[in-house]
């Protein structure tokens, strides 16, 4: 009777596995191609912006909460955005982040604590990129792997989601609101 019931065990077993392993893929930016306002990178980030957001451990507790000013200009087709953040206990953070476009009509993203680049892949109103960034923590450095979720929600406001990973395990969780400063 063991070995009548071995196949049968081992298939709901797979079906089990390849539901779980589907649950947990990520949306793809395409699927947010149709989707308005469209998410014009050199547009958004140009001039003057502020960023407030918030920061959460793995168990969704808030750590640290932040403001920051942005200005971006671009030249050439190739964009600089500087970051200015300013965090509840008087931390000072900075990042300058360099935007270059690639041959699909994407971008490649460097900045100074970003090991390698990130590509930001742009559909509709969604900009996604994924980077190891370097964060300091407790007189050391660490690099942790950051996906980043941008979604246009009106012109002039963009809400940025992030999950910060490291060996794989979920470490932090990102929110901001991003505003285009009027003048």
Known sequence: MRNLWQPIKTKILAVICLFMLSACSAPDVSLYANNEPKFELEKFFSGSLTAHGILKNRSGEVIRYFNATLEGRWEN????????????????QNRTWTMTPDENGQYIATANDVT???????AGNALFMDYILQVPYKGDTLEVRVDDRMYMV????????SVMTKFGFEVGYLSIVIQKVKN
């Open 77 to 92: 087709g190739v964009g600089t955005l500087t970051e200015e953040f300013l965090f509840d206990d008087g931390e000072i």
């Open 116 to 122: 390698g680049f990130g590509e930001a892949r742009i």
């Open 154 to 161: 009106k012109d002039g406001v963009v809400m940025n989601e």
